[in-house]
């Protein structure tokens, strides 16, 4: 769905659009949509602004992905709000350096007519993704000396415990 600028300088843009999986492109960020994608919200031209546009909405989504300790299959629910800004990419300074405040800090640019809202909402979506992703929290992992994911099976495997205080002469001697 585009969110046209002239449109919004008319009334404000409501929209409501549900994104089967597969509609917005995750590739390359190793995450799969596995629920319809819903989102619904208003995007509004501020007042006064120079062409500042404000967009406030929820979404609501399952996605899937590796685990990153046991590289199982791991599902994140995600259903949050946002409440995001937006300013013409012209208005950005010519010069090489800008200072900002913290305000601009959190302040999105756009070019041209409009956004397109799979863009905004697959950046919301990867943002709202935990940093390290895991199946649970109780996740085992897998074993380091034979490969065995440990939440499925036990494995007789001892590590030996690494004295750090040697690990520099062990990697000379490895050489």
């Known amino acids: 769905m585009f969110l046209s ?3 919004m ?13 597969g509609e917005i492109d995750f590739s390359g960020e190793q995450v799969r949509q596995s629920s319809p994608l819903h989102a619904a919200g208003v ?32 599902e994140f ?3 949050a ?13 010519a010069s ?14 756009y070019e041209g007519a409009g956004m397109e809202l799979e863009d905004i909402l697959r950046e919301q979506i990867l943002l709202l993704l935990p940093m390290q992703r895991i199946c649970s929290e109780d996740c085992k992992g897998i074993c380091p000396v ?15 415990p690494v004295n750090e205080l040697w690990i520099d002469l062990r990697k000379i001697s490895q050489a």
Do not use: W
């Not at 440990?150 to 007789?156: F, I, Q, W």
């Open 5 to 7: 600028i002239k449109e």
């Open 9 to 21: 300088e008319v009334r404000k843009v409501r929209f409501d659009e549900t994104f089967q999986a």
């Open 43 to 74: 995007a509004e031209l501020l007042a006064n602004t120079g062409g500042e546009v404000r967009i406030q909405g929820r979404l609501s989504v399952k996605l899937e992905s590796e685990c990153d300790r046991c590289l199982g299959r791991a």
């Open 77 to 79: 629910p995600l259903d």
């Open 81 to 93: 709000g946002f409440d995001l800004f937006y300013r013409p990419s012209q208005s950005l300074s």
């Open 96 to 109: 090489d350096e800008v200072a900002i405040d913290e305000g601009e800090a959190e302040m999105g640019f």
């Open 146 to 160: 034979c490969g065995k994911n440990r939440n499925e099976s036990a494995c007789d495997c001892h590590e030996e």
